[in-house]
């Protein structure tokens, strides 16, 4: 077993200084202290005034003078790491993804998130103005507001009480939950979809928060996806979900939250919340095209989730789809 390595002590460099005097080899004096001769030559080399030769407080002063200096550095200091944090910083990837990311790819090669967080608000880096790719772009985030429950009763209701354990447990795949974000002044929306197990989000444009368009686009939406993937999904008592009895047509089966419990369709809701860093409260959708929404889609599956390992929601979704296919055939 190799010994601990300790650096040279002040008490250690005044020694050094009266051997040194006294004509005391190299090797002699890495005798004495228990060391290799190499690390009492460094001390030497890096330490020793050109006309005084080797003092200790000299010697002393310019070591505490590089401890300062290496402070002063910024904390990426490997250059892998730092254009790493760069490259994902620029792609929307949240500091704690960054972090997991790399120690999932670059066997041996860590950060902690809070490093890149004090990175991006240390003052010397304020004119990088890096704030600007996170999320929130600021500290401190604000409590969300929800929509209002509507009164009027929805037909077939089915209470998420009902709902299997399985489902609750985020044990079997192909559970989603839905909700509807809505755009500038309330004429239009995005129906948005996400499965429980991989967090994967699906989005459709509606011209219309209502019930007609809002199951056309579940229909057109859960319409392309293997059986597999399509079990259940979660929703809201919104106006838009009178017509969710229309699923069963692909073998689906509908269960609501309890009013004003928004909780009970988090994954949902925190997705919504994602999207909206990308459309903010205020955006007319009718301005959006739908290729440009399935493009903020595709970037939001692709970033990676501390609760899934790390991996990506595509990655789990694909996974997940894969065994299910296999266990069909």
């Known amino acids: 077993m190799s010994k601990k390595h300790h650096k040279i002590s002040s008490e250690e460099r005044d020694k050094i200084a009266q051997w040194v005097?006294?004509?005391?080899?190299?090797?002699?004096?890495?005798?004495?202290?228990?060391?290799?001769?190499?690390s009492v030559s460094e001390?030497?080399?890096?330490?020793?005034?050109k006309e005084a030769g080797y003092v200790a407080i000299h010697a002393q002063q310019l070591t505490s003078e590089r401890v300062r200096a290496a402070r002063k550095r910024h904390l990426l200091k490997n250059a892998v790491v730092f254009a790493?944090?760069?490259?994902?910083?620029?792609?929307?990837?949240?500091?704690?993804?960054?972090?997991?990311?790399?120690?999932?790819?670059?066997?041996?090669q860590r950060i902690h998130h809070e490093t890149?967080?004090?990175?991006?608000?240390?003052p010397e880096n304020a004119h990088l103005h890096l704030y600007e790719y996170l999320s929130w772009k600021r500290?401190?985030?604000?409590?969300?507001?929800?929509?209002?429950?509507?009164?009027?009763?929805?037909?077939?209701?089915?209470?998420?009480?009902?709902?299997?354990?399985?489902?609750?447990?985020?044990?079997?795949?192909?559970?989603?939950?839905?909700?509807?974000?809505?755009?500038?002044?309330?004429?239009?929306?995005?129906?948005?979809e996400t499965e429980r197990v991989s967090r994967l989000l699906a989005a459709a444009k509606v011209r219309r928060i209502a019930s007609e368009e809002t199951v056309a686009a579940q229909l057109n939406m859960?319409?392309?996806?293997?059986?597999?993937?399509?079990?259940?999904?979660?929703?809201?008592?919104?106006?838009?979900n009178h017509l969710h009895y229309r699923l069963e047509e692909l073998g689906m089966k509908t269960y609501f939250a309890d009013p004003y419990s928004s909780w009970q369709r988090g994954t949902n809701e925190y997705h919504n919340g994602v999207l909206r860093r990308?459309?903010?409260?205020?955006?007319?959708?009718?301005?959006?095209?739908?290729?440009?929404?399935q493009d903020i889609v595709r970037e939001i599956n692709n970033k990676p989730r501390k609760c899934l390992g790390w991996e990506t929601p595509e990655e789990i979704f694909k996974k997940s789809l894969g065994v299910r296919i296999l266990l069909r055939t």
């Open 84 to 108: 790493y944090v760069h490259e994902k910083l620029r792609h929307g990837w949240s500091p704690e993804m960054i972090a997991g990311r790399l120690e999932k790819e670059r066997v041996g």
């Open 21 to 38: 005097s006294q004509k005391v080899g190299v090797r002699e004096i890495a005798r004495r202290f228990g060391r290799s001769p190499s």
């Open 222 to 240: 859960f319409g392309d996806m293997p059986e597999g993937a399509r079990h259940s999904t979660t929703l809201d008592n919104g106006r838009e």
């Open 278 to 293: 990308y459309l903010p409260k205020g955006t007319d959708f009718d301005t959006i095209e739908d290729e440009e929404l």
């Open 139 to 192: 500290r401190r985030r604000r409590k969300k507001k929800g929509r209002g429950v509507h009164r009027s009763r929805i037909p077939q209701r089915v209470s998420i009480h009902e709902r299997p354990d399985a489902v609750n447990e985020r044990i079997e795949f192909g559970h989603w939950e839905g909700d509807t974000v809505e755009g500038k002044w309330h004429r239009n929306g995005i129906h948005t």
């Open 116 to 122: 890149i967080y004090r990175y991006i608000y240390a």
């Open 43 to 49: 001390e030497l080399l890096r330490n020793s005034n």
